[in-house]
């Protein structure tokens, strides 16, 4: 398709290829990441005890939130797409719902149901407004995060989620202690997915090979329904047009998921700029303007902040997609807004989300093995770039220690208030900070290792 464009209408991001070519890679970017974005909405309201079933009274609010996803992803990606004013990098980044706050916001919601979430949703638009904040001054703060302290974050967030993971698909949250967990037919459902994801990334071409986690998903799903796992019960009763309520779980500002949520969205804002420099290297052989990370971590921020309104969750950009550009080499901000309209109007329509509530929680298991996996991967990859001198390995070890520590042994802070139990038995809050202070403060070593 991008053979159609000459080398310098590749690397316009202001230049409008023919729909042809535009609209089948604004939906490849989409197919890219929309599992991944609705996964972080199926997860907290698990959490929170909206239940994945449709025998569950809350579960409405689990397709709510799928829906507020898909939505905010598409409102979101038109802000960086097409801005305005100073908001927006003017760049094909499309945005949709963070992996890297759900650590956080387990705990937060654990078991609470709608006034759990009306806490999230407070965390939730001060730190987009923090984020927002940031931007002015987000190029400066660059120093504190080199790959150590980065690589350690995003290796520590996939590990994190690990558990949910195999929870998922062994059967869910609700099935532990039951004979049906862990089961043959789980495992078989889930590993299909792993299976088919693996071959279809390794061997398959073009967009087979972009969309190997939904082909991966949809492989475990028809054997799933095969084996009578699915249920279409709740598509029909779904309505077919529906819009965001105001603040529909309500909402309340708790000192640790504020606190929590803040701390994490500085961790985005770098990760914001990461991808930001990853499509103009990648999709133009360029650096990336100041102008233009500043304008992305306004719209990370904003955008973020736009979704709390609705009760929806944190929003990224999605470095899945930066790679897509890498691999196309089409720079077109244009065919992301394609793709963000396709994201909107799914996201008015709850009978989208109500049939992927139909998906088995064992299928998204598998799933969500691999991309959770993933996440750790590329917080190895970034790991890479380190110098493993002693002093590097002391700050790696102690923060790791530490990190994952608290995460296995949450008693040890049995005698806490609720709020800093709160924040540090996430275990990914303590290792940032450890992280970041000792790099700041410990003094730089020689190259000997």
Not at 231 to 259: C, H, T, W, Y
Not at 281 to 298: C, F
Not at 335 to 342: C, E, K, L, P, W
Request: with cysteine.
């Amino acid at each position: 398709m991008s053979n159609q464009m000459t080398p310098e209408q590749m690397r316009d991001p202001n230049y409008t290829p023919p729909m042809h070519v535009a609209i089948p890679l604004g939906i490849q970017h989409v197919l890219a990441m929309f599992i991944a974005n609705v996964t972080p909405a199926i997860i907290i309201a698990g959490a929170a005890g909206f239940g994945f079933g449709s025998n569950s009274p809350d579960f409405p609010n689990m397709i709510y939130m799928m829906q507020m996803c898909m939505l905010l992803a598409g409102v979101t990606t038109l802000l960086q797409t097409i801005g305005a004013g100073p908001i927006g990098a003017r760049l094909p980044i499309v945005q949709g719902t963070s992996f890297a706050f759900i650590p956080i916001m387990v705990p937060i919601v654990a078991g609470g149901g709608v006034e759990a979430m009306a806490m999230v949703t407070g965390g939730v638009l001060v730190g987009g407004l923090f984020q927002a904040a940031l931007a002015p001054f987000i190029g400066r703060m660059r120093f504190a995060l080199p790959p150590l302290v980065t690589g350690l974050i995003i290796l520590m967030i996939g590990l994190s989620l690990l558990k949910v993971g195999i929870q998922y698909a062994a059967g869910g949250v609700p099935a532990i202690g039951k004979p049906e967990f862990g089961s043959f037919d789980n495992w078989l459902v889930a590993g299909t997915v792993v299976v088919v994801t693996m071959v279809l990334k390794f061997y398959g071409r073009g967009m087979l090979s972009s969309a190997s986690v939904l082909v991966g998903l949809i492989a475990g799903y028809i054997l799933a329904y095969m084996m009578g796992m699915v249920s279409f019960g709740n598509v029909e009763r779904a309505a077919s047009f529906a819009m965001p309520k105001l603040f529909p779980f309500g909402i309340e500002f708790g000192a640790g998921a504020v606190i929590g949520i803040a701390l994490m969205s500085f961790i985005s804002a770098i990760e914001t700029v990461g991808d930001v420099s990853g499509i103009t290297k990648g999709g133009a052989d360029r650096e990336a303007t100041d102008k233009e990370i500043q304008g992305a971590t306004y719209a990370d921020g904003l955008g973020t902040a736009l979704s709390s309104l609705a009760g929806a969750l944190p929003n990224t950009s999605f470095s899945q997609n930066v790679g897509l550009i890498a691999m196309t080499r089409v720079m077109s901000r244009h065919v992301a807004t394609y793709g963000a309209i396709f994201l909107i109007i799914c996201g008015l329509i709850p009978k989208v989300g109500a049939i992927i509530s139909t998906v088995p929680i064992e299928v998204l298991g598998g799933g969500v093995i691999v991309m959770f996996g993933m996440i750790a991967s590329s917080g190895m990859k970034m790991l890479a770039d380190v110098d493993w001198n002693t002093r590097n390995m002391m700050i790696f070890a102690i923060s790791l220690s530490l990190g994952l520590g608290l995460m296995q042994v949450p008693e040890a802070m049995q005698h806490m208030s609720g709020t800093a139990k709160a924040l540090l038995g996430t275990g990914l809050l303590p290792a940032a900070v450890c992280a970041i202070v000792l790099n700041l403060i410990v003094p730089e070593q020689s190259d000997e290792k």
